[in-house]
């Protein structure tokens, strides 16, 4: 007998296959040892069969391999991820009214939308909670030159900032009539919180508080960012030329904290600020994607302060969302004013209530594009004074 398996049987020679088996075309590619084709068997079936079984076990051992590679990288991106958040400081003395059950009740297209209440300050809010109004801890509490309300629409897919001038007259819960920035140091963060929740009738999920020390002091690590000024002026011996401007970690506080200007002028720099440095964000991926540049996210998280109901899932849900205000789906307004003065020997303005009541209409309907629109001169400069 020949040692030629292609002989034994037959293929390739023109001969059928053996007696009781059907002629394979394709066995002289598949055919087994010249034994098996002396036992009348068909040896390609079963080499074919032990390919597929190996396949199998290689796919099996390769998936297996690949899920403890993701596996590998979502718990280090997990443990990334966690470190940015327990680097944002948390404020509990902000629960109080944030929790209280005479919050404002969002429409029912809009009851998932997210709106946080944005304060600055140059110093950490106090860790603790205490004995203050609605549970607002006792530490003293410095007045903010930002308040804010950042808007998520429930969709999703378009978010905002209202500013509210600070020394806007409001009706402190209370205190009565007084500016709006006093609420912080009569009451802490839950006096804010219900203040402008009377003012505006749109529900406050969450409070944060941002440090610009700490923000300027991150720049380096973003490589700066870019502002567009309609003249040239100048900020403590710092000249910026009109056009574009670049701010590393020290210029960027001469320009949100410009003496000469007007409260209204540096909470229009602020503005400009904050759009510049998401701009960026967004620009280079990192609020959709934490962990690309872990040191730049790391030197902005610690420049910020929440209240403590944010949890890290939260906050990385809400890191993702802040994508659309660097974008053109993000609105950047502010509350008009109808008259400037003082009051008890302080700075004072009037809310134009005729317009500012449809501009909390609109944040509470997710509508403020529209809002902006049919009041362009509301729309917050992006080259301001």
């Known amino acids: 007998m020949s040692d030629d398996p292609t002989s034994a049987d037959g293929v390739g020679t ?8 059907p002629e394979t075309a394709g066995a002289a590619v598949t055919a087994g040892p010249a034994a098996t084709a002396e036992r009348g068997q068909e040896p390609g079936p079963r080499r074919r069969r032990s390919w597929k079984r190996r396949a199998v076990r290689i796919g099996l051992a390769a998936g297996v391999a690949l899920f403890v590679l993701v596996a590998g990288v979502a ?22 009214a944030l929790d209280a059950a005479d919050q404002p009740v969002m429409p029912a297209a ?11 300050s140059q110093k950490t809010p106090a860790q603790i909670g205490g004995h203050g109004v609605l549970g607002s801890s006792t530490a003293p509490q410095e ?15 378009a978010g905002a900032i209202v500013h509210i001038p600070p020394d806007a007259l409001v009706h402190v819960p209370g205190h009565g009539i007084t500016q709006l920035w006093n609420a912080l140091p009569l009451g ?61 970690g020290v210029t960027a506080l001469d320009y949100v904290r ?68 660097g974008s053109h789906a993000g609105s950047f307004v502010s509350a008009p004013v109808q008259r400037r003065f003082r009051f008890r ?40 004074h």
Do not use: C
Request: no cysteine; glycine share 8%.
């Open 14 to 21: 023109g001969q059928p296959g053996t007696a009781g088996q």
């Open 75 to 96: 718990v280090s991106g997990y443990a990334l991820v966690s470190h940015l958040a327990d680097n944002i400081h948390r404020i509990p003395s902000a629960d109080a």
């Open 110 to 120: 809009t009851r998932h939308s997210m709106t946080i209440l944005l304060t600055g």
């Open 143 to 157: 007045m903010s030159g930002l308040i804010a309300l950042v808007h998520i629409n429930a969709g999703g897919h």
């Open 188 to 248: 802490g963060p839950s006096l804010l919180i219900r203040t402008v929740e009377k003012l505006t009738n749109v529900r406050i999920d969450h409070y944060t508080v941002v440090d610009f020390d700490g923000l300027a002091s991150a720049l380096s690590s973003l490589g700066g960012v870019n502002v567009l000024l309609p003249e040239t002026t100048s900020s403590n011996g710092v000249v910026f030329h009109k056009g574009l401007n670049h701010l590393n």
């Open 258 to 325: 410009q003496v000469s200007l007007t409260q209204d002028g540096r909470v229009l720099r602020q503005s400009a600020f904050l759009r510049a440095i998401l701009v960026k964000l967004d620009r280079l991926h990192l609020l959709t994607n934490p962990t690309g540049d872990f040191s730049i996210l790391n030197a902005f998280t610690k420049a910020l302060s929440v209240d403590s109901n944010f949890t890290n899932a939260g906050l990385v849900s809400l890191a993702t969302s802040l994508r659309l205000l």
């Open 345 to 384: 020997g302080q700075s004072a303005e009037t809310l134009n209530h005729r317009i500012t009541r449809q501009l909390w209409q609109a944040i509470r309907h997710d509508a403020v594009a529209a809002f902006a629109r049919r009041y362009p001169f509301t729309v917050t400069p992006i080259a301001p």
